[in-house]
């Protein structure tokens, strides 16, 4: 069976253009534990950094991207994949099935700056219940529910993942 271009999928929901984008879970780990960033998006909701995909880019490569490009952050350290989140929404009356690809990223040092020119408005650090509690987008509040899983069955200082020694 012939493969059908990404933008050309069939959905359950009829006839939809399918977009790939990618971000991160950015964590820091402090005395007082485990703080979370997010994200004030251009419509007022907090969120996580995230966006589209460039022409050969892989989606950890856009997830570092669109970190550094939202927060300013650098020095970022991919440490684990996390789930794949998928949503409908239309967007000038056509269907868009969106598919985002998040990371764990560990941001040791340097403090967020919003990307003012795409509508980011603000960043924060929040532990990780705060930043539960805030997130306005329930698939969020999940993806950061894994992150935190993934980093309290990896001990501080074991930031070594699967990704870093290669594995796909």
Not at 61 to 80: N, Y
Not at 95 to 111: N, Q, T
Not at 133 to 144: K, P, Q
Request: glycine share 8%; proline share 5%; hydrophobic share 40%.
């Amino acid at each position: 069976m012939a493969e059908r271009s990404r933008g050309a999928r069939r959905t359950n929901q009829g006839r939809a253009r399918v977009e790939t984008s990618a971000g991160g879970v950015v964590f820091r780990r402090t005395d007082s534990g485990v703080r979370v960033l997010l994200i004030r998006d251009p419509y007022a909701n907090w969120g996580l950094p995230k966006g589209h995909l460039e022409p050969e880019e892989t989606p950890e490569q856009a997830a570092v991207r669109e970190v550094e490009e939202e927060t300013g952050l650098r020095e970022l350290a991919v440490v684990d994949r996390l789930p794949t989140i998928d949503w409908y929404f239309r967007d000038r009356g056509r269907l868009i099935h969106k598919f985002c690809h998040f990371f764990l990223i560990e941001a040791a040092a340097g403090e967020p700056v919003p990307q003012a020119d795409e509508g980011i408005t603000d960043c924060t650090w929040l532990d990780v219940q705060a930043a539960l509690d805030r997130v306005g987008y329930a698939n969020a509040r999940e993806v950061i529910r894994a992150a935190v899983k993934r980093l309290e069955d990896a001990p501080a200082g074991h930031g070594a993942s699967a990704l870093e020694e290669g594995e796909p």
